[in-house]
């Protein structure tokens, strides 16, 4: 059979190759074009490139050739005819004048097979959709990975796609997802717990200091005054609940602060009465009136935010049951999993000016319970949106949030605490964090500066391929990384519907013709967006008795949707007359 071409030069892990005049080809043959793979015949292995360019200019003076391609070398298979086996990097160059083929289906097979029991099924070859594209899940998920793409390419599918396939191939590790826009819901069915405000406990006292003091002053930096008060009464307020809970006596030893054995940080149950006592008690020292004030603004700010509904969840019953400590962990991270290995954190419900606080106590605890518990029980953390908790401007977003976020992405795998990254917009995401994904699953992107951030993270000798980025169909990934064999341009399978995200399963721009929205249905929906915001209880609620105190914690509230329209099912409940 005659060649497609011959090598020219060699440079490195880069080669050109001369394409034969087409009248020495089969017509199939002359579909040399950019990304396809070829094989290059060496004398005891055979080279596996990937085209990258293909040109007609500067040609070699003969009329051999038709065009030259430049081809970057990815790897080589070895072994005989019936043991043939792919491995990454070049031991052997080419020399001038190997030959050099389109790969055969053989040997795509021979690139991709899987390794092991080990690997997920995600999707198929572009270049062959009947080569089957595995992910090693050991490597994609001990050295973290990251989902990248623009709105509306596929990337949520992606997500759900493969966590469902990891939750088959390991149906004992743990899982926990920030959904920001409370899409991933249904995607899981019955094997994942959905958390939102209306059914999630999380006591005020988890919290540090930082985070406490963002709630406090919705996100905005406290004042100096007012901070150190809180620094000193805080782990005086734990020694005293301490001491009711080991003593029967009403009295309290008023104790020194060094000698309480608390820091502001430590992660103990503490009363908001006894804080408020203990400002109260330091403002009654005060003679003059000026110094007084900030710790009355104090005082009343803490009052304001534990009277505010919206963070029900934090301060509504947070100290029945004593230290519950364990309860919130076990119920958070699904220890024991009781057959539900994931949590769905729902965050659109949240008050805007808490949610990056509530995301740093969440990754702080993950990390943490890791570490304390030298990874024995390993938990995958995805991040939804990253860009929005670990921002590269160090001046956006929350600091501990990024740095919790950080931790787990620089020490996490040491102690059994995975991250996955989801991001649209990767050149907004802190580079020192993405720099730890060593697999990439890269959607199109048209954004030049995510483009040029994705070329300085990918290592691979084919980041030539990410030329390819802009132009991806939807469904269409590249893959680089660990967890691939192959740098590969790849499609993700189809998702079943049950488990498609709600952005693309329900929401169409085309208004129902049997919606008819009437007055009743406008009234309904303002009746669930005030009671979001205030302790009544709604009539057309679906929710009503999910709140917080109302069941015990381990039972689900349905699923909130408020960034995404109204649920399909929920509609008939709004349909009913306001009485």
């Known amino acids: 059979m005659t060649s497609l071409g011959r090598v020219i030069s060699v440079r490195g892990s880069l080669a050109r190759v001369g394409l034969l005049a087409a009248s020495k080809m089969g017509i199939s043959e ?82 991709y097979a899987p390794s092991g029991s080990d690997q997920i099924n995600v999707g198929t070859l572009q270049q062959d959709p009947s080569v089957v594209a595995y992910v090693d899940i050991e490597e994609m998920l001990s050295k973290h990975f990251a989902v990248l793409g623009s709105t509306g390419v596929g990337k949520s599918t992606g997500v759900s796609l493969l966590l469902n396939e990891i939750l088959k191939a390991r149906p004992n590790l743990r899982i926990f997802l920030l959904d920001v826009h409370n899409e991933y819901g249904r995607c899981f069915g019955d094997r994942a717990l959905v958390l939102n405000p209306r059914n999630l406990k999380l ?3 988890l919290f540090n200091f930082e985070e406490i003091v963002d709630v406090l002053f ?134 805007a000016e808490v949610i990056d606080s509530v995301v740093s106590v969440l990754c702080r605890m993950a990390f943490d319970f890791g570490l304390w518990s030298d990874g024995v029980s390993p938990l995958l953390f995805v991040c939804e949106e990253a860009h929005r908790y670990a921002s590269a401007d160090r001046n956006i977003g929350f600091g501990p949030t990024r740095k919790a976020v950080s931790r787990i992405a620089k020490e996490g795998r040491k102690y059994g605490v995975y991250l996955g990254l989801v991001t649209q917009r990767p050149a907004e995401l802190d580079a020192t964090i993405i720099s730890q994904c060593n697999t990439l699953f890269t959607m199109r992107l048209a954004n030049d500066r995510d483009q040029a951030l994705l070329r300085s993270a990918v290592s691979d000798a084919a980041a030539n391929l990410l030329s390819f980025v802009p132009s991806l169909g939807t469904r269409e990934v590249l893959a680089f990384g660990e967890g691939v064999a192959l740098p590969t341009r790849l499609r993700f399978k189809e998702v079943p519907p049950h488990q498609l995200p709600r952005s693309e399963a329900t929401i169409s721009t085309a208004p129902s013709v049997a919606a008819g929205h009437d007055m009743h249905f406008v009234a309904a929906v303002l009746e669930r967006w005030r009671g979001a915001t205030s302790h009544r209880d709604v009539p057309n609620d679906p929710g009503i008795n999910d709140r917080p105190g109302a069941r015990p914690m381990s039972v689900e509230a349905p699923m909130l949707q408020p960034s995404m329209g109204l649920d399909p099912d929920r509609f008939t409940l709004l349909k009913k007359p306001l009485r």
């Open 30 to 111: 002359v579909r040399a074009t950019v990304g396809r793979f070829v094989s290059i015949r060496c004398a005891n292995s055979i080279i596996v490139a990937m085209i990258t360019e293909v040109s007609c200019e500067n040609l070699p003076t003969s009329d051999l050739y038709i065009a030259t391609a430049s081809v970057d070398l990815l790897g080589e298979i070895l072994g005989g005819p019936d043991r043939q086996k792919f491995q990454r990097g070049v031991t052997n160059y080419p020399t001038i004048g190997d030959a050099v083929d389109l790969i055969t289906h053989d040997e795509l097979r021979t690139v």
């Open 203 to 205: 006591p005020f006292w």
């Open 218 to 351: 919705a996100g905005r930096p406290g004042v100096p005054e007012e901070l150190d008060i809180l620094a000193e009464v805080i782990p005086m307020a734990k020694a005293a609940y301490t001491q009711y809970q080991s003593t029967d006596r009403l009295g309290l030893k008023r104790s020194d602060t060094k000698a309480v054995g608390f820091t502001v940080d430590t992660p103990v149950p503490y009363r908001l009465v006894d804080l408020i006592s203990l400002i109260d008690e330091r403002m009654g020292r005060l003679e003059n009136r000026s110094s007084r004030i900030i710790y009355h603004k104090l005082i009343s700010r803490i009052e304001t935010v534990r009277n505010d509904p919206r963070y029900t969840f934090m301060f509504d019953n947070a100290n029945v049951g004593g230290d519950t400590m364990a309860e919130v962990i076990s119920h958070l991270f699904r220890l024991p999993a009781n057959g539900r290995p994931m949590t769905v954190m729902q965050l659109a419900g949240f008050p």
